[in-house]
């Protein structure tokens, strides 16, 4: 099945078709389904799922792709000719982060490393949280509305529930979980 890419946002059976191949390259590179589902609601926010979309749909300026590399070059850079709408490439970003332990920054919040966080078999939920402080450190913290992703995510891949958040995820994002429940 073909990506679908380009500057626009991408509708919810669209989302599905690109999480499909991503699911597949990441599950194949031993990655948990709690952290692709995870990394998937992090990718809904950003750029619902889409290798193509530019941040607020304006070229060359911001952010670019599933992640929205911020600046773009950190991600065009490193991938050469034919950078742009190639969601292989970027899968291979990501798994290139995770092996020379670059984007990933480790916080108290979540101490843990990029390579935990994908193997990791916590809540997709709380791995959410893990990856918008470690990974994507926007300046808008916390954003629970991921997590809820994230769980969304974990049930179309898997066609299970998500387990439910216990331990150390943050007393907010749990209560913030109850109520929508």
Same mark, same amino acid.
């Given at each position: 099945?073909? /990506?679908? %890419?380009?500057?626009?946002?991408? +509708?919810?059976?669209?989302? $599905? ?8 390259? &990441?599950?194949?590179?031993?990655? %948990? ?14 750029? %619902?799922?889409? !290798?193509? @979309? /530019? ?20 991600? +065009?850079? /490193?991938?050469? %000719? ?6 292989? $490439?970027?899968?291979?970003?990501? @798994? ?9 920054? +480790? ?9 935990? &966080?994908?193997?990791?078999? $916590? ?23 991921? +997590? ?20 150390? @995820? !943050?007393?907010?994002?749990?209560? $913030? ?5």
């Amino acid at each position: 099945m073909p /990506w679908i %890419t380009g500057n626009r946002y991408l +509708s919810m059976d669209e989302m $599905k078709n690109n999480a499909d191949i991503m699911h597949y390259f &990441f599950k194949s590179n031993g990655w %948990t389904d709690n952290a692709i589902s995870a990394m998937f609601g992090n990718m809904q926010t950003e750029s %619902t799922l889409n !290798p193509g @979309i /530019w941040e607020n749909l304006d070229p060359f300026i911001g952010g670019y792709g599933l992640v929205q590399w911020t600046p773009y070059t950190n991600y +065009s850079n /490193w991938a050469g %000719t034919d950078w742009q709408d190639n969601g292989q $490439k970027e899968m291979e970003r990501i @798994i290139y982060e995770l092996e020379n332990h670059l984007q990933w920054i +480790s916080t108290s919040l979540y101490p843990m490393t990029f390579r935990e &966080f994908s193997q990791s078999d $916590k809540p997709p939920a709380y791995l959410a949280q893990a990856f918008l402080y470690n990974y994507e450190r926007p300046k808008v913290k916390p954003q629970p509305a991921r +997590s809820r992703q994230a769980e969304y995510w974990y049930q179309y891949i898997t066609g299970h529930e998500p387990p439910t958040p216990v331990g150390d @995820i !943050p007393i907010w994002l749990l209560f $913030k979980m109850k109520e929508r429940r």
